[in-house]
């Protein structure tokens, strides 16, 4: 008989005997949900709270027993979030904080997995220069905008970082920072044209955002490209 277990890595402020309670009510379906953000085959992601701390969710599903089994020889999807979420703020890039992570099995395969983060109260960079008209928009937060996009893109050249998936619903304007969130294709790379050609498609898909807004396309398209052909 092959027997279903969990196997936790939680972050210290986190690890308490009630907290690990909490993770075996979400392996089981019964957390609190705030909001459902997305539910399909692939993944689940919901809000959540675990006393005072809003959190958000993310559950990777299962596909199949041919999927489970390929899943088993190599990290999580989970796992490579908290990995690479550790990578991005040593590198000076903002993402939300890990909380913790889950890994369920059955014996030596890996089944479903658990992304657990702090969730971020922001607004979608998109959704920050449709509420703006031109004449509204203050320079000094334009100004300030603008550093944080050319630092974004100077952090990840510098570190050899690329996110995978820079369209605007994993950009996240917080406190007057940029956040990237969704870090399931993120990579820390080795070999420099595997690291160039995976950050010429992030400067791409970042720029795809703004093809129906010329203005802020032109904003930042020197600042993407600055510094790297």
């Not at 989970?78 to 590198?91: G, S, T």
């Not at 998936?165 to 870090?183: E, H, P, R, V």
Request: glycine content about 4%; overall charge positive.
């Amino acid at each position: 008989m092959i027997f279903k277990r969990y196997h936790y890595q939680i972050e210290p402020a986190y690890d308490t005997a009630e907290f690990r309670q909490e993770l075996e009510q979400i392996t089981q379906g019964n957390s609190r949900v705030v909001a459902t953000l997305k539910e399909d085959v692939a993944a689940s992601v919901w809000r959540s709270e675990y006393q005072t701390h809003p959190l958000l969710i993310k559950r990777y599903n299962t596909q199949g027993a041919w999927h489970a089994i390929r899943r088993s020889f190599r990290n999580s999807r989970a796992d490579n979030c908290r990995n690479m979420a550790r990578l991005f703020q040593q590198a000076g890039i903002h993402t939300a904080a890990n909380v913790a992570v889950i890994q369920e099995r059955f014996g030596p395969f890996k089944a479903r997995s658990w992304f657990i983060s702090e969730y971020i109260r922001g607004e979608l960079l998109t959704r920050y220069f449709e509420n703006q008209t031109s004449s509204s928009r203050q320079r000094v937060e334009l100004e300030l905008l603008k550093t944080n996009v050319a630092n974004l893109f100077t952090f990840l050249r510098r570190h050899q970082l690329s996110h995978g998936d820079l369209k605007a619903t994993n950009i996240l304007l917080s406190d007057d920072q940029l956040y990237l969130i969704d870090l399931d294709a993120a990579r820390a790379h080795k070999n420099e044209n595997s690291f160039q050609r995976a950050h010429k498609k992030d400067q791409s898909r970042f720029l795809k955002n703004w093809l129906q807004q010329a203005e802020v396309h032109q904003l930042f398209e020197p600042l993407v490209n600055q510094g790297f052909p």
